[in-house]
């Protein structure tokens, strides 16, 4: 089988990691294409996935969404013609240029962009995403793939307007207990970073602002970098702000008490040796409710029905206002037990519409 995975943001990469592994483990054909967005092309070439990196975000207006959607869509298109026809190369070994048998499926995590180019070249398509107030990204994935793959906890009537009707295949858990089955921290990156394990350690993660869902700037977010600025000199704590952009990374790396980092870096090993994480998005915490990690959101759109099971268990707190910080170091007493769930799963829904 021939399978075809589109990565359009840093998350994606490690949601996928795993798929691509099991698919390659059962003897499949995986190629992957990427957008140059955030770290995506930074994380793949760490875990050693082969790629073809094809457009770039275009920006946060919805007009600048819609040129990219039409710009990438049909790059997508070309590179699967190419591809199919032998002409497409990728980072890696040279490839042949004989004729190959057309895609069996097509997989993203939240990609419009190969929705729309699967449903172009005729390629039956899945799509997964764990927040479903994303209306704009939903309305496209949801009415183009055959299968919406999803949290459980995500009730199938919210998804019924944007067209999943009959697709939703439900999991159960978070997307992190998957791709983080089989993985152990490294302190090599307490090294890497120059962080002193005697000293309390908080992992930031800035907003979303290039996200349609978050319009507005996040002054609760902006209080926490100066809580933590203080912090830095008052009682030794130590930040590492993990950012989504260049201008983000520009504006963080002048606070004092800040350590920011210039490419990708294993943050799931910082997120799991640090603290307490402090995040506006809603990736990472996940990874740190995965992990075992204290960690307050800050963020100010509407909650998603993972955030609203994850707040009323008490294993994600949502931050209301600064003081409520407890910036002290943790003791091993503290750490929870971790749930690990099998990526095949996974793998078995997103291929649900092969067996259809």
């Excluded at 073809?52 to 275009?58: C, F, K, L, Q, V």
């Excluded at 032998?86 to 997989?107: K, N």
């Excluded at 183009?144 to 944007?162: C, F, W």
């Excluded at 800035?206 to 996040?218: A, C, G, I, K, Q």
């Amino acid at each position: 089988m021939r399978v075809w995975i589109d990565l359009t943001n840093s998350p994606h990469v490690l949601v996928m990691r795993p798929v691509i592994q099991a698919l390659r483990e059962d003897g499949h054909e995986v190629r992957v294409t990427a957008r140059d967005f955030a770290q995506t092309l930074q994380l793949l070439e760490r875990f050693g996935i082969e790629h073809t990196a094809i457009g770039r975000h275009r920006g946060e207006r919805l007009l600048d969404k819609a040129a990219g959607l039409a710009s990438r869509s049909g790059a997508l298109v070309r590179w699967a013609r190419a591809e199919q026809s032998g002409g497409a190369g990728g980072r890696g070994p040279t490839r042949s240029r004989l004729p190959v048998r057309p895609f069996d499926i097509a997989l993203g995590h939240g990609s419009n962009d190969v929705s729309v180019a699967a449903r172009l070249l005729r390629i039956p398509c899945s799509t997964m995403f764990d927040y479903e107030w994303a209306a704009v990204q939903h309305h496209v994935n949801c009415r183009l793939a055959q299968a919406v793959v999803v949290p459980d906890a995500i009730p199938p009537e919210r998804l019924q307007r944007y067209g999943a009707r009959g697709k939703v295949r439900a999991y159960e858990g978070l997307k992190e207990e998957y791709y983080l089955a089989d993985f152990e921290p490294d302190p090599a990156v307490l090294t890497e970073l120059g962080v002193d394990r005697e000293r309390p350690l908080v992992v930031v993660r800035t907003p979303p602002e290039v996200s349609l869902y978050h319009r507005f700037e996040n002054d609760l977010f902006a209080q926490v970098i100066t809580r933590l600025r203080d912090a830095a000199c008052e009682e030794g704590v130590q930040s590492v702000a993990l950012p989504r952009t260049g201008a983000q990374r520009a504006q963080l790396g002048g606070v004092p008490g800040f350590t920011v980092p210039e490419r990708a870096i294993d943050a799931q090993s910082l997120i799991a040796y640090s603290d307490l994480v402090i995040s506006a998005g809603g990736t990472m915490n996940r990874e740190a409710v995965a992990l075992g990690t204290p960690v307050y959101t800050t963020f100010e759109g509407r909650l998603g029905a993972v955030d609203e099971r994850l707040i009323a268990e008490g294993r994600l707190r949502k931050l209301a206002d600064v003081e409520e910080l407890d910036l002290s170091r943790r003791h091993s007493s503290e750490l929870s037990q971790r749930v690990r769930r099998d990526p095949r799963r996974l793998v078995e829904l997103l291929l649900s519409p092969l067996s259809c």
